[in-house]
């Protein structure tokens, strides 16, 4: 979950790095995890959107902020990448909830 935070032994078993690739996430709900930051929730749109990758959250076409996702969990089981049409939350780094809004695109 992404109150934890991640074991030593859990990137010890990273085979390399995430392959990113084009993603976007049409965001439903937007809430904040004590001592972790702020969640969007949603469903993938297209392409992917994985952990580590550098996002950027868009309103009506125009930048908001700049981000990295620091976490993705799909239906309480946490993961790394997050497939088009998986109903999915991400962990954004440097994020304050209020600068994101329902309606708004993460796009990376």
């Known amino acids: 979950m992404f109150w ?8 010890a078993t990273t085979t390399g790095p995430t392959e990113f690739t084009a993603g976007s ?3 439903e709900s937007v809430f904040t995890i004590t ?10 749109d297209s392409g992917s959107l994985a952990e580590g990758q550098h996002v950027t959250v868009l309103r009506s076409g125009q930048v908001v902020v700049a981000s990295r996702i620091a976490g993705v969990e799909m239906f309480q089981q946490r993961g790394t990448v ?3 049409g998986v109903q ?3 962990l954004l ?10 309606g708004d695109v993460v796009v990376g």
């Open 4 to 11: 934890r935070k991640r074991k030593a032994k859990d990137s």
């Open 25 to 27: 996430l049409t965001v």
């Open 35 to 44: 001592g972790r930051g702020t969640v969007v929730a949603g469903t993938v």
């Open 82 to 84: 997050a497939e088009a």
């Open 88 to 90: 999915a939350g991400l």
């Open 93 to 102: 780094e440097g994020v304050h909830r209020t600068m994101v809004e329902p």
